[in-house]
């Protein structure tokens, strides 16, 4: 079965500094899909990234980075320098291409607290 | 181009009592979910309607839940009766599924998410 644990609930830095958040997650199938999404306290979720299986291949967005290691079963997600407007609930997700692509299975997610 | 639009924002309710939620998915966007995100977890899939179909429902309660996508395009979600631990955000979201992928398997599409429905049930 799958599942996406996020082990740390909340997480306060100060402006400026970096951050890591982590994400494990468990899967059977080999064809997957690995997110991260951002849900600012307007309730909406952001799409940030999505990741398949085959594409180990880090990948930085401006301030944000990604680190997918298949060897740990982990998909890191950092923030360099971090804004208050980082502030927001951070969810790892997960989708298998067999079970079906489009079925999202959510972590916990990180709370982020960017202090000024 | 307009975004997922879901009303009411927030509906407070007591207990026993029927809520409906409504959802508008983007525009062309032919695959709908609702989702259910209790305080402090992830969302849930509740169903999943490929236009008019419930392809995926596995996780909706049948014995309160209902839900229909009329004509393949707005989508209503029900609860009767409503119970206390129905209190959540349930969000709904939209992708334009094209299907194919990898090992025969159906290849992800980015879903949008709408603001959700604050739900608390008293």
């Known amino acids: 079965a799958q599942k996406v644990t996020q082990a740390q609930t909340e997480i306060s830095v100060v402006e400026k500094e970096d951050v890591t958040l982590d994400c494990v997650y468990e899967?059977?199938?080999?064809?997957?899909?690995l997110f991260w999404y951002k849900q600012p306290p307007s309730g909406e979720l952001v799409f940030l990234i999505r990741r398949n299986s085959f594409d180990e291949q880090n990948e930085i967005s401006g301030r944000y980075s990604w680190n997918f290691q298949k060897s740990t079963s982990s998909f890191n997600f950092t923030i360099t320098a971090s804004q208050v407007v980082d502030s927001a609930v951070y969810f790892c997700a997960l989708s298998e291409a067999q079970t079906g692509a489009n079925n999202l299975f959510f972590g916990t997610g990180t709370r982020l607290t960017v202090i000024p | 181009e307009a975004g997922v639009v879901q009303s009411p924002r927030y509906k407070i309710i007591e207990k026993k009592q029927p809520v409906a939620f409504w959802c508008n998915p983007i525009?062309?966007?032919?695959?709908l979910y609702w989702y259910r995100q209790n305080l402090g977890q992830g969302p849930e899939l509740l169903i999943r309607y490929e236009n008019e179909e419930a392809v995926d429902d596995s996780q909706l309660p049948k014995d309160r839940f209902s839900a229909e996508r009329l004509k393949g395009v707005d989508s209503t979600l029900k609860i009767q009766p409503a119970e206390l631990g129905d209190s959540a955000v349930y969000l709904c979201a939209s992708s334009l599924d094209l299907g194919g992928g990898p090992d025969g398997g159906r290849a992800y599409n980015e879903q949008f998410f709408g603001p959700g429905t604050r739900l608390t049930v008293l």
């Open positions: 525009s062309g966007h032919n695959t």
């Open positions: 899967t059977r199938d080999t064809t997957y899909y």
